[in-house]
Structures are given as C-alpha cells and as structure tokens.
C-alpha cells in the first residue's frame, strides 16, 4: 500500500535519545543578560529549554544531536520528507507486513538525500503493508551536533529570546509564550527550513 502523492511529510516524531545539551549554557545566558548572582540559575536553564523548544519547533530544525522516530500508515509514491534537520543519518527503516509482523527494510531499497533541506527518504522498493497507523517507521539522528556546531544566528536568537523570558516571566501567559521577539524572529528565519 502506498500513497499516489508523490511525498509524504513527516512532521511528527517521538524522541527516542534526547540532546544531551542545550546550544546556549546557563553561564553563557547570565553573561549575555549580565546576570552575577546564582539564584536564578534553575529559571534561567529552564527558560534557555524553553526557547530552545520552541526555536526549533519553527525553524523545522534540531539543535544538538538528538534521535527521533517518525511514524506513517504507507508508503509514498516518491519520498519522505523529513521535517526535522539536519538530518545526519537514518538508522533504519522498519515496517509491518501483510502478516503484521515487524520487518526491516533493506538499506538497498531507500535513500537519504541531505543536500538540500528538507532532507528527504526516498524509497525504492514498496512492500505490502499491513493496515495500521505506525506501518512504517523511521528511525533517524538529527542536529548540527554538539553546541559549539550551532550556528551563530541561532545562538544569538536564544540569547535574545532567553532574555526576553527572563525578563518578562510576570507578563508572559500560555499564548505570549510562543511570540519569539522580532530581532530573535528574524535570526532564526535565516535557519528556517521552508516547508513545501
């Protein structure tokens, strides 16, 4: 079973090894917001995985090294489309057969492409599918790599939106959470990878 649209988007994924670190460490944060005390230490760290989070929700991209799972129902016609990048490496691609049992596909029916981003799976052989939400898997390793891989643009747009967190902890609600301020927007925009 595959599906005639040529691409099939994977946007959702479940982390299955969490990043080890954030791009921008506590100490690195209390330097840019010229913060000298240390009670703040835990809000501070909280507020950089806050921004993290978030930045890379709207760039489509993965900071530091990280491997996550996508799931699908069926084949595409052509290719995945992986909306989490860098993509450094797929690990496998599983799927269910006709008999519902769990199979590996060959790494000589599918290819990665990560020239240009998205990165995308191409597939070449399309076995039978038995008839479930999670009949292909995916397992793959997204990120630049370690901290000091991350580009400058991203590094300071964190900066600037830890601060404003920090900054404006009383005044932020559920809904304000999510408005990157405009100089950290516009970094990040030139990291975002355009979905289509």
Known sequence: MYNTTQ??????????????????STTTAKLHMRV??????TNIATYISAATAIAQLQTNRQFCTATFKGICNQWPADEFVIHKNP????????????????QTLSTSYWQL????????????????????????????????????????????????????LFEHRETVGPAQMFEVPQTAQTLLNLSTVPFY
């Open 113 to 164: 492409e990560t020239i240009n981003e998205p990165a995308t799976l191409r597939i070449l052989e399309f076995p039978t599918l038995y008839d479930r939400p999670d009949a292909v898997q995916i397992q793959f390793i997204a990120g630049y790599g370690a901290a000091s891989t991350v580009p400058g643009n991203i590094i300071s747009a964190l900066l600037l939106f830890t601060a404003h």
């Open 7 to 24: 691409r099939i988007h994977l946007t959702q994924f479940s982390t299955v090894t969490a990043a080890t670190e954030n791009p921008v």
């Open 36 to 41: 000298t005390y240390n009670d703040e230490d």
């Open 87 to 102: 993509v450094q490496s797929v690990s496998w691609v599983k799927y269910y057969d006709a008999n519902n049992e769990l």
